[in-house]
C-alpha cells in the first residue's frame, strides 16, 4: 500500500508540473509509463516473491492514473497536449503479439539476459553475441530488449503513437 501511494503522489507531481508548463501556453506531449507486471524482472521476482509482479503492475497503473486524474481536464485538452499512452501500447503488444513483433514472436523473455554497460547493444555486430539465439539485430521479435527494458518494436509502437499525437492534436 506504501508504494502504491507514493506512486500515487509521485503521479499527481507530475500532472502538477504538467499543468504548470501547459499554463505558459506550451504545447507537449505527455507519456505515461509502461505497466511492468509482465516484464521478465516482474515475472522472475514472482518466484521468490508471490506477489511481485502484481505489486510492480499496480505501482505503474496508480502512477499513470495519478498523472491521468490529475491533469487539468477544465483548463487543456487535445489542443494544448496530446497523451500518448505507452502502458496501452504494452498491453495491446502483450495481449495481440503476432500483430507486432515478427515471428517467432516472444513476449516472456528478454533478447539480451545478461546487460552491461558494453554489451548488448542491438546495432553492434560484436555486442550480438550476447543475444540469446534466437534474437538477431535485425528482428524485432522479442518484447523485452531485457529484464525491465522495452524492446525495439515497443519503441517503434509508442514513438509512432507520439508523432501521431504531434501530427493530429490541433497544436
Known amino acids: 500500500a506504501q508504494a502504491t501511494a507514493e506512486a500515487k503522489r509521485r503521479g499527481t507531481v507530475v500532472a ?3 499543468n504548470r508548463l501547459l499554463a505558459t501556453g506550451a504545447r507537449a ?6 505497466v511492468l507486471g509482465k516484464s ?3 515475472v522472475k521476482a514472482t518466484t521468490t516473491d508471490a506477489g511481485a509482479a502484481t505489486l510492480i503492475a499496480s505501482i505503474s497503473e496508480a ?9 487539468d481536464s477544465s483548463r487543456f485538452d487535445g489542443r494544448n497536449y496530446g497523451l500518448v499512452l505507452a ?15 515478427n515471428s517467432p514472436s516472444n513476449i ?11 554489451k548488448c547493444v542491438l546495432t553492434d555486430d560484436v555486442a550480438t553475441t550476447t543475444l540469446v539465439a534466437a534474437a538477431n539485430a535485425n528482428t524485432n521479435s522479442y ?15 509508442i514513438g509512432a503513437q507520439a508523432v501521431s499525437r504531434a501530427a493530429n492534436n490541433p497544436f
Request: glycine fraction near 2%.
Open 16 to 18: 502538477t508540473q504538467v
Open 29 to 34: 506531449l505527455v507519456f505515461t509509463v509502461p
Open 40 to 42: 521478465p524482472f516482474a
Open 63 to 71: 502512477f499513470n492514473t495519478a498523472l491521468r486524474v490529475n491533469v
Open 87 to 101: 502502458d496501452d501500447v504494452m498491453a495491446a503488444i502483450d495481449r495481440f503479439p503476432t500483430s507486432y513483433l
Open 108 to 118: 516472456t523473455e528478454p533478447a539480451c539476459p545478461t546487460v552491461t554497460a558494453d
Open 143 to 157: 518484447l523485452w530488449a531485457s529484464d525491465r527494458h522495452m524492446g525495439a518494436a515497443a519503441h517503434v509502437q
